[in-house]
Each structure stands twice: as structure tokens, then as C-alpha cells.
């Protein structure tokens, strides 16, 4: 029988919400699927199936993890998490580079940690305005970040294929006759 997702998963779940990875529409069919493996799923998993408004999904997630027992969290390690959250929605053109660069340079300076400093970000964000957004130094600059949070992407990516697989699943299922 499965478990149901330990405290670390749901803060990098709230970090994937933050970042806008994940929508209802991921967490909807993603915790039915959870639900279903789990013999007695927790109440929060439950809530979620009802919950479409991000604030109420935050909200949801944030009372798992101030709830007891409780654990120490590594905040550089999510600070990147969420930077990469970021960049996978880069590769998946939903985002401008520009704008990865500035909630980059945001989410980095309100956390106070991480691989680098929020200077780095908007540094990176001003080379980029500075040369009129020059795709060539945008292809550099993906590259040096892609370069300094290989790991953490690599992980961001494992982590929202079940949400994407799920979502997928369900809008086959709203779609076929």
C-alpha cells in the first residue's frame, strides 16, 4: 500500500503551487490518484479534491506543515527548488527569461538564501535589459543557470511528472465520449 506524501514533498509541493507549476487541475486529479492508493489518506489529500483557489490550496498546504510533529526544512534547498520550479516553466514556454530572472531575483532576496544571491538574478536581469533582451545572451545566461541548479531542476522535473501524468489523464477522460 502507498503512503501518503511525507512533510519535505508537501513543501516542495506548496513551492511547485508558488512558482505556478502546479494548478488545481494538477492537484485535483493527482490527489484522487493518491487517495485511491492510500487505505486511510489524510485529511489535507481529501480537501484538496474540493479546493481551486491557489490561496485556499496554499493555505491547505502550509497548515500540513505547521502542523506537529514538526521538522526543520532546508530553506536554501527550496529556495532552489523554487528557482527551478521557475526555470522547468521556462522549458515549457510559459514563461519569458526576463521574467523567470525577476521572481528569481524576488523569491531568492524574500527567502535570504541559496545557491546564489538575488544580486546574481537581477544582475542577470540587468545584462539582459541592458542589451535589449539579446537572445544570445539569454541563451547564455539559461545556460549558466540551467549549469548551477542541474540537480534541483533534475528533481523538480521527477517530482511534477505525476502531476502532469494525472492532469493529462483527467483531461483524456473530460474529453472522450
Not at 527550496?78 to 520550479?85: E, I, N, P
Amino acid at each position: 500500500m502507498a503512503t501518503p506524501p511525507t512533510k519535505q514533498q508537501v513543501h516542495r509541493l506548496l513551492q511547485m503551487r508558488e512558482a505556478g507549476l502546479v494548478s488545481w487541475k494538477h492537484l485535483q486529479p493527482w490527489a484522487a490518484k493518491q487517495i485511491a492508493a492510500l487505505e486511510t489518506p489524510p485529511a489535507w489529500l481529501c480537501e484538496l479534491l474540493s479546493l481551486t483557489f491557489a490561496g485556499d490550496i496554499d493555505r491547505c498546504l502550509r497548515e500540513v506543515l505547521i502542523a506537529p510533529p514538526f521538522e526543520p526544512f532546508d530553506q536554501a534547498m527550496l529556495s532552489d527548488y523554487s528557482v527551478s520550479c521557475l526555470m522547468v516553466r521556462y522549458e515549457r514556454r510559459e514563461l519569458a527569461w526576463r521574467t523567470v530572472l525577476q521572481q528569481s531575483g524576488e523569491l531568492v532576496d524574500n527567502m535570504n538564501c541559496g545557491a546564489e544571491s538575488c544580486e546574481f538574478y537581477f544582475d542577470l536581469l540587468n545584462e539582459l535589459e541592458d542589451t535589449e533582451c539579446d537572445p544570445a545572451v539569454e541563451e547564455r545566461q539559461v545556460r549558466v543557470v540551467r549549469q548551477l541548479l542541474t540537480a534541483s531542476i533534475a528533481l523538480v522535473i521527477a517530482e511534477f511528472e505525476p502531476f502532469a501524468r494525472a492532469f493529462r489523464e483527467g483531461v483524456a477522460t473530460r474529453r472522450s465520449p
